[in-house]
């Protein structure tokens, strides 16, 4: 079955420092896999995705994500943080089966101070 | 506003009491979903609609019953809850289109509060 782990319950880092938040996956097949994040009391918000091609994707706010298929890894990146970035992250990967069902990790509180 | 309102934002219920949680998209979009989600845990995969069907149930208890009347709104009927049934409950569209793959847009979920 496919899966996804955040190793992190949270992150710490002070504004203006580069940010990693990561993610490791396992799947069977090709992996296809999103990054998402949540601010206090709203539902989850898409901030990019992984299904082929170029290994670093662009997403939303700035944020990047490395995926490196040899560490089954892909860490979501940003090059200088902001206080405004402090949320939940999810990573997540489809689901091989026939519909489009995404399995999200644990998540990971990234708090920036200022 | 991302085209996925869910109603009520927050609801308190009684463990005998029976209500009725509301997912509206505005999207287009053929698939709905509801999700748990748990302080500390993993978001829970509820139930999967497609194309207004039914097509995943994860061993979800009978107190929760889905209804799916068409492809804009989804329905979680609630009845006999648990305090353990505490959470956040998401509700989330997307497009599903043969050999391409598309992530999901989710409401701003209720807080249900089982007392």
């Known amino acids: 079955a496919q899966s996804v782990a955040q190793p992190e319950d949270q992150v710490n880092v002070a504004e203006g420092n580069p940010l990693t938040v990561k993610c490791t996956y396992s799947v069977s097949g090709n992996p296809y896999l999103f990054w998402y994040v949540q601010y206090p009391n709203r539902g989850l918000q898409f901030l990019l995705k992984?299904?082929?091609?170029?290994?670093l994707v662009k997403g939303s706010y700035g944020f990047e994500a490395e995926f490196n298929k040899s560490q089954t890894s892909f860490h979501l990146k940003k090059p200088s943080a902001l206080v405004s970035d402090s949320a939940l992250y999810f990573c997540a990967v489809r689901d091989g089966g026939a519909t489009n069902k995404l399995i999200f990790g644990t998540g990971t509180l990234l708090a920036v101070q200022p | 506003e991302t085209g996925v309102t869910q109603t009520p934002r927050h609801l308190v219920m009684g463990m005998t009491n029976k209500k009725s949680l509301k997912c509206e998209q505005h999207l287009g979009h053929n698939a709905m979903y509801w999700y748990k989600q748990s302080a500390k845990k993993p978001l829970e995969l509820m139930f999967v609609?497609?194309?207004?069907?039914?097509?995943e149930n994860n061993s979800v208890p009978s107190r929760f019953s889905p209804e799916c009347p068409n492809s804009s709104h989804l329905f979680l009927h609630l009845h006999t809850l648990q305090p353990e049934d505490s959470a956040l409950y998401l509700c989330a569209s997307s497009q599903e289109v043969s050999d391409r793959v598309y992530g999901y847009t989710f409401g701003s979920g209720t807080r249900l509060t089982v007392v």
């Open positions: 609609y497609s194309l207004e069907e039914r097509v």
């Open positions: 992984y299904i082929t091609g170029d290994n």
